[in-house]
């Protein structure tokens, strides 16, 4: 597989200079027939990892997908990018669904996603055994486990749709999957020799904060007051919160709105859509929001109250910031919300195994809101990575507690585990420790290890928190599938053998206000150039039915922004910008950054120093390619700049830049484009027969003819 292929394909389709981490890797495992399990945050990049060999293989790429409005999503970026590609759930209509089998017939189809629901009903299995099937990847894979997070039975049933093809290789895919998941995932979807790819959970780009939800109202006003216009999500618990804060949000001149199961169809679909379009800043909602959503500039969440579990939490807050952007979580806890759960668990009709996994999940969701450390080393720990290391972007790792030298406790606690043959929960662990008389000391024989009682002097709450600190820094694991005793992980052994510190904090009951202002960056673009952008960005999306930021994403207009290419050719350079783009839209980019430059005298109007470089040495007769060598620009915009010159009348040859055909092409590609003022209209009319240097010189020939009434 060569490599180039791969990069170029990237591009061309997807715009992108580069793979994130592990997409690479994957791909090529998969483009070689191989099973694989990949575990990446949302917003990580999964998709690209099953889109791109789609686009390489022959056949097409099934995907399954349990989220109706994901998918139709998908596959309208797709379409964006001008990639063939359909959706079969219970939305699609008898006419979609004929224009997919017609591109299934023709071959053109690349991308089929469907239903789990839909993939095994048998008259779905019968059409799609005979075909060509190049790839099935397993959107949200952790359905497929009664230890993920949101088990749906027909997942378990998909090995019947992949036995009828043996040769094809399955990708399962999650954002959401503890150790125990990812392991029942491989064995579930019997996965064959399957690599498993576990990305980085840490997104840098949002600052956690945990807050103790006292007055919870007052500090989201002031919260939302420093982050004027910017969209955001407020989760609740209950429907009742939803509608009141939205409420008193209203009240205060902001544009809010709840969302919740019982709010009908219609009013659920316009708020979805108003936030989308950034025509409603706030949504108060309950967890059913913002699975479908796929808006990459929200720019805070807020928690009213405590997640269920961390994979819901964390799903949650990655919903913001997936354009890269800064974002904030903010998060409440409160004693009342665990036993609003606790009920929940106790009542539901979930058998035993299921509640024991839903009350562990909650107890982790605690013991994150209680951490001392860094707050993102929790949750990385949690989904398998083990690392020590502060993140710098979360409130503790900004505004540290004041911790003390806990090594000697940590490697008491570390040795007292080991010896005791990683056998014991919390409880009985810091019974050993303080040397508790109870029976079942005696009769586990743990009186005989060596540092039992060696932590006497310690008060019991007190071992309990600082045991959460060690497992919140990877140092202690929970063995969830083995009643949760404790285990050692592979920074135990360096905090007993190799001296590694270990620092731990005393329990505070006050709690720090975390500072949510940060630095502002040093900006180097115009915010009135972007905002310039983003209006094109509204424009072009009204005409075309799609969200802003489907034309272009906000780290793109920035970039954009920050770059300011002068041609499409620059343009289509940079990163998050494919050929299908920057064909369709590059040129009224382009012309919107030009028309602001010229507005900022950044570039002269005509006789301005740059264009008075340009035409100096065109008099010392250098050819464009001379004088774009000299100042270092592209020959493009050498021919923009002659080319405006010569429309305000200045006296030059441009003919002889031209072949003979070009103005009489010039001419009728722009009478065709309707006399179009946008270069890239005209542009799709001559085709390839006039590049963008040529076609801009002879249509200011072709102009100015115009203005003189030829
Ligand atoms: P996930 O499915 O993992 O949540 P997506 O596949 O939707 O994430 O990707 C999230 C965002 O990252 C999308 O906007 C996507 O276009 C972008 N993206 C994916 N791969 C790359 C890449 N290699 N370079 C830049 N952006 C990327
Ligand atoms: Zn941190």
Redesign the pocket.
Known sequence: MPVDLLHQT?KTY?G?????PH?EEIIHHVMEGGHALVI?????????CYQLPALLKDGFTLVISPLISLMNDQVR?LRANGIISGALHSGTTAEESREIHQHIQKGTLKILYVSPERALTPKFLEFIAPLNVSLIAI?EAHCVSIWGNDFRPEYAQLPGLMQYFPNTPVLA?T?TADRATQEDIRQQLRLKEPKTYLSSFERPNIHLAVKAGIQRIEQIRDFIKQRKDQPGIIYCLARKTTESIAETLQKYGYKAAAYHAEIDNTTRKKVQEDFQFDRLQIVCATIAFGMGI?K?NIRWIIHYNLPKNIENYYQEI?RSG??GQPADALMFYSFRDIEVYKEFIEKSEANETFKRVQSEKLERIWEYSQATNCRTNVILNYFGEYRSAGCGHCDHCLHPLQGFDGTRLAQMALSACKRSNQSVGINLLVDVLRGSGRKEIYERGLQHVKTYGAGKDIAWKDWMHYITQMINQGLLEIDYIGHSVLKCTPLSDTVLFDGKQVELHRQTTELEEPVVKRKPKKVRFSEELIDRLEKLCHQLGKEEGLPPYAIF?KGTLREMAEVRPFTVEELSRL??IGDFKSRKYGQAFVDTIRAFMTDQDIIKKPKGMTYVETLNLYRQGLSIEEIAQKREMAMSTIAMHLARLYEKGEDIDLQQFLYADDVLLARQGWRASGFSEQMSKVKEQVGDSLDYTRLNLALAIVRREKEKGN
């Open positions: 990237l997807f992108f200079d580069f793979f994130r997409q990446m945050p949302t917003g990580g990049g999964k998709s690209i970026s959107d895919l954002a796929d990459p990655g997936r354009d994403p990163n998050g």
